[in-house]
């Protein structure tokens, strides 16, 4: 399972020294907004907002390890850290995920499409592994294939009075004008924060997450504590990701590469635990990948992975977006850590190196979203794009251009870093809203040329809509605009 041809990754950026940095910069920079409020609502010459919400002080600390969202369930080698990701291509397998502390078996998943009723038996792969001074239990991953589309499947994994049973749900058929229902979530971490983020997705009732990057922070913790804190972060997604599937994505968190301890593979936890159907797009790496889901095409991208001209990720880039078919799958969405816009102080300009060599791609192709994480804030722009720049024709700033994506930074799931308060003053012409909330988002696809995006603030506690759009398909959208020039863009729904 552990793909270590992958080892040449250009940024081990491990990052203690930086997040400390950033968790006081953080912790500063709430006293003075708190101080302040009044100059946080900054409206500055472009149509951008600022929002002007000021999130009280919460303690960023991750939930003890006692506490009952990590609870290990009853029993002799319970299965625990169940989750679930598509498994292949278009939406017919998925790939199911869980952890034996015990022993390596049993194996089998059971699945049908009545409860208790399990006709249907399929063996896992099981791997166990090393982290410093911890050891794994045993990881399961078991590809259940030949699945019918809209269908209700429930599935039993564990044996005796230690099996635990689940459900999810196929989605539709690939095809233009099928309806489905994303969300969005990054950055999650495992604080009181992550479980009101988690707790509002759940109740937005996505049918399938897109996941940005950075889960358990587990490297945040003292090195004998890491892999506790991997399992932790599993028994806690496991209420929403064991329901649906999860596409996964690395951020910096994943990395770990921690020579100073011996652990030297990058990814090592994250790729044990965690799996992708990345030969299914012709990926030769699981840490980029695509899948087609109802309406959509989705790409995934490792912003720490090789990306220039040459590396594997940038031809498999070149081939995956030439393969896209806007008449069976007219959504096209990107999915990567790094934000390539981003006016907030934390992490700026990190994605420019990504930008540079892909923004091209992704403005040729006309991609409709592109989510990242990283900044532990939420940041949405307008269609702008910085592709006539070079080092000599002097055009270096963005402008407006329709067939650019919009780019939307939503590492706000609520990780034990805290929230990076600082935007860049004034507000870049290409920022269109940005707010330093915890939160999660949904993108609820009508048809071909019809999407409906929110992001929800958590507020503490409570889920709050906070930034609403009408998203027109880019590629179904431009058609119509050719023909009839009163077709928006986008329109702001609130
Ligand atoms: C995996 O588990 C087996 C026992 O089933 C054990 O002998 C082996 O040392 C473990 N491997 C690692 C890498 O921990
Ligand atoms: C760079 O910009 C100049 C001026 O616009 C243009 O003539 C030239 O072709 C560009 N070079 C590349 C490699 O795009
Ligand atoms: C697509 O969905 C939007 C929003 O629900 C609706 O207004 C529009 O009429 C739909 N278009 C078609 C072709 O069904
Ligand atoms: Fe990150």
Not at 90 to 112: L, M
Not at 284 to 308: E, G, K, N, T
Request: net charge neutral; with cysteine; proline share 5%.
């Amino acid at each position: 399972m552990l793909h270590s041809k992958i080892v040449n990754t250009l940024q081990a950026d491990k990052g203690t020294l930086t997040s400390l940095v950033t968790r006081m910069q953080a912790m500063l920079l709430n006293i003075v907004l708190a101080s302040f409020v009044f100059l946080s609502c900054i409206r500055d010459g472009s149509a951008g907002i600022t929002s002007s919400f000021v999130r009280s002080a919460f303690p960023a600390v991750d939930m003890p390890v006692d506490h009952e969202v990590f609870a290990v369930p009853k029993g002799y080698n319970a299965p625990q850290q169940v989750h679930i990701t598509q498994g292949d291509y278009d939406g017919k397998a998925v790939i199911i995920s869980w952890v034996t502390p015990d022993e390596p078996g049993p194996r089998h998943v059971q699945y049908g499409t009545s409860k208790n009723n399990y006709k249907t038996s399929k063996e896992s792969t099981v791997a166990n592994y090393t982290f410093y001074n911890y050891k794994s239990g045993y990881i399961h991953h078991c590809l259940v294939e030949g699945l019918e589309y809209s269908t209700k499947y429930y599935y039993r994994i564990g044996s005796g009075d230690c099996a635990r049973e689940f459900w999810f749900e196929t989605p539709p058929k690939i095809g233009p004008d099928t309806p489905y229902k994303f969300g969005i979530i990054g950055d999650l971490g495992q604080t009181f924060n992550s479980l009101s983020t988690l707790e509002h997705y759940i109740e937005s009732g996505g049918q399938a997450v897109l996941y940005v990057g950075d889960l358990s922070y587990s490297d945040q913790h003292d090195n004998k504590d890491n892999g506790l804190r991997w399992d932790t972060w599993g028994r806690f997604a496991e209420m929403s990701a064991a329901y649906q599937p999860w596409m996964w994505n690395v951020g910096n968190h994943e990395v770990e590469f921690l020579p100073e301890v011996g652990e030297v593979i990058p990814f090592k936890n994250y790729l044990y635990r965690y799996t992708t159907p990345y030969l299914a797009s012709h990926s030769s790496s699981p840490l980029w990948y695509a899948v087609r889901r109802a309406s959509a095409h989705i790409i995934v991208l490792s912003s720490y992975s090789p990306f220039v001209k040459y590396t594997p990720q940038y031809i498999w880039l070149k081939q995956e977006l030439a393969r896209v078919d806007r008449k069976k799958t007219p959504w096209l969405f990107v999915i990567m850590h790094k934000p390539l816009y981003n006016s907030n102080t934390a992490h700026y300009m990190e994605g420019e190196a990504m930008r540079s060599v892909f923004e091209s791609w992704f403005v040729q192709y006309k991609v409709d979203v592109i989510f990242a994480g990283h900044v532990h804030a939420y940041e949405r722009s307008y269609r702008y794009s910085n592709i006539d720049y070079n080092i000599t024709s002097g055009r270096r700033y963005p402008v407006p251009d329709k067939s650019a994506p919009i780019y939307i930074t939503i590492g706000d799931g609520g990780n034990l870093e805290g929230l990076a308060s600082r935007y860049l003053d004034p507000q870049p012409e290409y920022s269109a809203f940005r707010e330093a909330s915890y939160g999660h988002a949904t993108l609820e696809i009508k048809n071909r040329t019809h999407a409906i995006y929110h992001w929800y603030r958590n507020d503490d506690g409570v889920k709050v809509p906070a930034d609403s759009l009408v998203l027109h398909n880019q590629y179904w959208g431009y058609i119509g605009r050719k023909q009839n020039q009163l077709i928006e863009e986008v329109s702001n729904i609130e």
